[in-house]
């Protein structure tokens, strides 16, 4: 499940005091720009193989659900992946449908996933001699 934002530089928006603690300064200095560079996920989505959960809420103001939805569709290049948006979440699954809707997902795409493994290794070990 992702629960990360897709470019660091959108934290400048949310956090400002991630900039300062974590990545070492204001975001247009170049050691901090550097930092955003080497470990902000757009950058590493062609390493991805394992298949994502995306979950966002609309009225999270620490994760815009647009970053939510550009990161599913970087993802969806290379890997299968789920996007899940509540209209009436913020950060965390709180209200009882959304906390159902959220166990359904994530035990929905782990069920696949797994289904998608297991096959993959039976023909692997069926074309095996």
């Not at 209200?95 to 039976?122: A, P």
């Amino acid at each position: 499940m992702v629960d990360s934002l897709l470019k660091c530089s959108s934290l400048i928006i949310v956090q400002r005091s991630t900039f300062n603690h974590e990545l070492g300064g204001q975001p247009w200095k170049n050691n901090t720009r550097e930092l955003t560079k080497k470990f902000g996920p757009l950058n590493h989505t062609h390493k991805r193989f394992t298949p994502e959960l995306i979950v966002r809420g609309s009225k999270d103001h620490r994760l815009p659900e647009t970053d939510g939805i550009a990161a599913f569709h970087a993802l969806q290049k290379r890997v299968p992946g789920h996007l899940v948006i509540f209209l009436n979440g913020d950060h965390w699954v709180l209200n009882r449908g959304n906390s159902l809707k959220w166990h359904y997902e994530v035990f929905r795409c782990s069920t696949s996933s797994l289904e998608k493994i297991t096959q993959t290794r039976n023909v692997q070990t069926s074309a095996t001699p």
